[in-house]
T-cell receptor
Framework: RKEVEQDPGPFNVPEGATVAFNCTYS??????FFWYRQDCRKEPKLLMS???SGNEDGRFTAQLNRASQYISLLIRDSKLSDSATYLC??????????????FGAGTQVVVTP | DVKVTQSSRYLVKRTGEKVFLECVQD?????MFWYRQDPGLGLRLIYF???????EKGDIPEGYSVSREKKERFSLILESASTNQTSMYLCASSFSNSYEQYFGPGTRLTVT
């Protein structure tokens, strides 16, 4: 089983609509969760961290469900510029060096006019 | 603005060649990482360095080595390139107490 699993999509979303997708993680001891965004042929960039209480950043809302071990991302009022691959990222629980991350393979979102 | 640069955007090498990929960051980050990204597999960690001259194996270190002689520079070496090393290679860096990683633009390596 992969440590971080995502639906690859694509999620085809009309402009202005809402889209939501999840990611599941296997290590119940994981403490830190993130969504990264990767545009076509570009490098990943941090979109937002995911906090236990859930958090919003403009049109983006992230939620964490520890009991079921998944995180979600919701995008409201989708824009054409939201078209990208969204990577679910979880900190790796290792006894050695800090800072290592486990990346999901990504969920592709395509916003159409 | 954090800047992570990689020596080449595209590279074509022949099987058996020794390949050097270089990464430089300008934010005085302690941690540096090399990943490869393949369709459907996501980013996989090849090697990690948390300090000058320090390195740790990631998930797929076989066929690769790294060098970090200066804090800002982290090199990935393919000792004898093989076709299964054709991939997108991404370098990243972060502060030692942070999970936020900053990525370079990537090097698309093709081994023929």
């Amino acid at each position: 089983r992969k440590e971080v699993e995502q639906d690859p999509g694509p999620f085809n979303v009309p402009e202005g609509a809402t889209v939501a997708f999840n990611c599941t993680y296997s290590n119940s001891a994981s403490q830190s969760f993130f969504w990264y965004r990767q545009d076509c042929r570009k490098e990943p960039k941090l979109l937002m961290s995911v906090y236990s209480s859930g958090n919003e950043d403009g049109r983006f809302t992230a939620q964490l469900n520890r009991a079921s071990q998944y995180i979600s991302l919701l995008i409201r009022d989708s824009k054409l510029s939201d078209s990208a691959t969204y990577l679910c990222v979880v900190n790796r629980m290792t006894t050695d060096s800090w800072g290592k991350l486990q990346f999901g393979a990504g969920t592709q979102v395509v916003v159409t006019p | 603005d954090v800047k992570v640069t990689q020596s080449s955007r595209y590279l074509v090498k022949r099987t058996g060649e020794k390949v050097f990929l270089e990464c430089v960051q300008d934010m005085d980050h302690e941690n540096m990482f090399w990943y490869r990204q393949d369709p459907g597999l996501g980013l996989r960690l090849i090697y990690f360095s948390y300090d000058v001259k320090m390195k740790e194996k990631g998930d797929i270190p076989e066929g690769y080595s790294v060098s970090r002689e200066k804090k800002e520079r982290f090199s990935l070496i393919l000792e004898s390139a093989s076709t299964n090393q054709t991939s997108m290679y991404l370098c990243a860096s972060s502060f030692s107490n942070s999970y936020e990683q900053y990525f370079g633009p990537g090097t698309r390596l093709t081994v023929t």
